[in-house]
């Protein structure tokens, strides 16, 4: 049995490649100490662009792995927000096993700067984000396609004033307690009501949409929630659209290198979904 030892690159090879690094680079890239070394923030870069590249090299062996054995079409990872994940994704999926056939893929939901990063490290071919707060980082390793304009709407329990009424302004909710589950759905709100002079009581935090929903379907509160959410809302809320109403871009990215073959199709089943399901104010 191999010793540890033969199974990798001893201690003093690697401080001898990080020493070889360091004077390549002229700059340190690990602080020793007495219980080890830690990255400097130089190291830290280096160590980030490190990882993406061994994540590529591990993409591009398993992609000629399946050209070898005949399956090159790998499953098609896809990402979204969460009220994507719930509204449009599920449809324009279904739609895309329609045309396509058996399309091995998973759906992963996180927000929209972490797809991002999966995305350029490789763990996703699409993921689907919103230029929300803190908006989105521009990458020339991307891809990125312009789904459309999303209104956001309130989302209200069923027995409330304002349920079931014309679009209302933000002035006539401003006393209700809000409930937030994110920054960007905050800020969002928090930004509609000072262009109304106005200010809204953001009391309860979330832990995310689905307890964000349970707080309103229970009466505790009022909340912000994307229009693209309606028709996956459970039945004992309801929505009320607004005046002027706060919007978000919905895109689409992708790696500009070796893209996933379903990754353009699903782009445009997304595009059609959004389109055609878009809820109409009023």
């Known amino acids: 049995m191999p010793s540890a030892a033969s199974t990798g690159p001893t201690q003093s090879a690697v401080s001898r490649q990080i020493a070889g690094l360091e004077r390549q680079l002229g700059v340190r890239l690990v602080e020793r100490h007495a219980r080890g070394v830690r990255p400097t923030p130089a190291g830290e870069v280096f160590r980030r662009h490190a990882q993406a590249t061994l994540n590529e090299a591990d993409r591009a062996v398993r992609a000629v792995r399946e050209v070898r054995d005949g399956a090159f079409d790998g499953p098609l990872a896809i990402g979204a927000t969460p009220s994507l994940a719930a509204g449009i994704v599920p449809e324009a999926i279904g739609s895309l096993l329609k045309d396509a056939g058996a399309v091995p893929w998973s759906l992963v939901p996180g927000l929209s700067a972490h797809l991002h990063h999966r995305v350029i490290a490789g763990d996703l071919d699409v993921a689907v984000v919103t230029d929300a707060p803190p908006g989105l980082p521009h990458d020339p390793r991307i891809e990125r396609?312009?789904?459309?304009?999303?209104?956001?709407v309130v989302v209200l329990p069923t027995g409330h004033p304002q349920a079931g009424r014309g679009p209302v302004h933000i002035q006539t909710l401003a006393d209700e307690t809000w409930v937030e589950d994110?920054?960007?759905?905050?800020?969002?709100?928090?930004r509609h009501a000072a262009r109304a002079g106005v200010t809204v009581r953001i009391d309860l935090t979330a832990a995310d949409l689905?307890?964000?929903?349970?707080?309103?379907?229970?009466?505790?509160?009022?909340?912000?929630?994307?229009?693209?959410?309606?028709?996956?809302l459970r039945t004992d809320v309801t929505t009320a659209h607004l005046v002027d109403p706060p919007t978000r871009g919905l895109y689409t990215i992708t790696p500009l290198r070796d893209p996933h073959p379903s990754a353009a199709p699903l782009c445009e089943h997304l595009s059609r979904a959004f389109n055609t399901g878009r809820p109409l104010a009023g």
Do not use: Q
């Open 210 to 232: 689905l307890g964000k929903l349970a707080l309103v379907a229970s009466g505790h509160a009022i909340a912000l929630i994307p229009g693209t959410l309606t028709r996956a």
């Open 145 to 152: 396609r312009f789904l459309g304009l999303d209104d956001m």
């Open 182 to 190: 994110n920054d960007g759905s905050e800020a969002l709100l928090r």
